[in-house]
């Protein structure tokens, strides 16, 4: 039996740790790391379970070492060129798993342990999970010859969640179906919502600004909490707490300061830039001159954490489409005129089927059930 690997980023951290816990006990730091990671999605104790099965299937592949990697490579792969050279012979690497001596210390067998599992983890992750960097050439290319710093790639599936604490101490909640780009400098915290959704909690550093990017736009936060959402037209983006920067020009040839935040007061604001605080959100798009800007749902912005949806007085429309987001089995409108539809609540982001119980009960909604790769809504009477 095979299993797809669905999130790269998380089957290597997962790999990372299971070579961590079978080099030896963990300290009381990384015990506590690991159980952060953990509750931080059910994919990563999925994960971690699939790597440690597969830790432990390796370790009776190949005991005699009559295999070598190198040559298969060499025969088969020669533009593969090797990252690290052998090792002596008679050393820890060079001998088997059986061939650890009396004089060799407890550190040196844990350490030549550690690296030949880190390997064939790192192999078998690759195996199993066909993974492939060809997609990921034509970014690096460009970003490598623009002299950025080093990013990282974040992604969630349909219906995954995750959250991520930053290297400056931030932390990023990332939604369902979501991409995030994430690269720092020494002057820029830059963050690239590629798609989806996510909330960030931001560490405060006036002196390297924390922009988030989305669709050409972008939202500079002051401390603060705040969501960004890509949307049909545009991007939302909900302030939570503190204040928020947002400019829906960001993508072209205006300079972004790269230590201090322009004064609204001081008229140093563009006609298309504004200042959000608590409570207010903004709608941007290239295709509009300035930031819509109106008071906020703050309940409605955050709850998806919890894996909660809030409605007050939503179209059915709006409604249906939140709950695909979140699901494989789609809600489907029969009848366009059913969409403006109104009903408020709140529901479990999981749970369609309660939904459609709620909309059962009223006088206005029929539900059909007959396809399995469907729920399809009619106007009740047709």
Do not use: C
């Not at 080099?23 to 990563?44: E, F, I, V, Y």
């Not at 939904?355 to 059962?360: G, K, N, Q, S, T």
């Amino acid at each position: 039996m095979t299993k797809a690997v669905p999130n790269r980023q998380i089957a290597e951290e997962a790999a990372e740790w299971a070579v961590r816990i079978d080099a030896g006990p963990l300290d009381a730091a990384d015990r506590r790391a690991l159980a952060a990671w953990l509750k931080a999605s059910p994919a990563h104790v999925d994960e971690l379970l699939y790597s440690a099965t597969i830790l432990g299937g390796l370790r009776a592949v190949d005991r005699e070492r009559r295999l070598s990697i190198d040559d298969y490579l060499a025969s088969s792969a020669p533009e593969v060129i090797p990252l690290f050279t052998a090792s002596p012979a008679g050393s820890d690497d060079a001998a088997g798993p059986s061939a650890t001596t009396e004089s060799a210390t407890p550190s040196s067998r844990k350490s030549g342990l550690r690296r030949r599992w880190a390997i064939a983890a790192s192999v078998a992750l690759m195996a199993v999970g066909a993974v492939t960097l060809a997609a990921w050439g034509p970014w690096s290319a460009a970003h490598r010859d623009a002299g950025a710093a080093a990013s990282s790639l974040y992604a969630t599936d349909l219906g995954e969640q995750r959250s991520l604490t930053l290297a400056d101490g931030s932390v990023v909640f990332l939604n369902t179906n979501s991409k995030l780009r994430v690269g720092f400098t020494s002057d820029e915290r830059r963050l690239d919502l590629l798609q989806g959704e996510a909330l960030f909690e931001v560490a405060h550093e006036p002196q390297r600004p924390f922009r988030v990017f989305a669709a050409g736009t972008m939202a500079q936060a002051i401390g603060t909490k705040f969501n960004v959402r890509h949307t049909r037209g545009g991007v939302r983006v909900v302030v939570v707490e503190g204040e928020v920067l947002v400019d829906p020009r960001a993508s072209d040839a205006r300079p972004l300061a790269a230590r201090r935040v322009p004064s609204a007061k001081a008229g140093e604001l563009t006609p298309d830039q504004a200042l959000l605080v608590a409570g207010q959100q903004a709608d941007l798009s290239l295709a509009q001159a300035a930031p819509r800007i109106a008071d906020a749902d703050i309940v409605a912005a955050a709850s998806w954490r919890m894996r909660q949806l809030s409605f007050d007085d939503a179209a059915l429309g709006e409604i249906v489409a939140e709950f695909n987001r979140y699901n494989r089995t789609p809600i489907v409108l029969s009848d366009p005129a059913l969409s403006e539809t109104r009903f408020s609540g709140v529901f479990d982001a999981n749970d369609p089927k309660s939904f459609v119980a709620f909309l059962e009960l009223s006088s206005l909604v029929e539900v059909d059930r007959s396809r399995h790769d469907r729920i399809v809504l009619a106007p009740r009477g047709r």
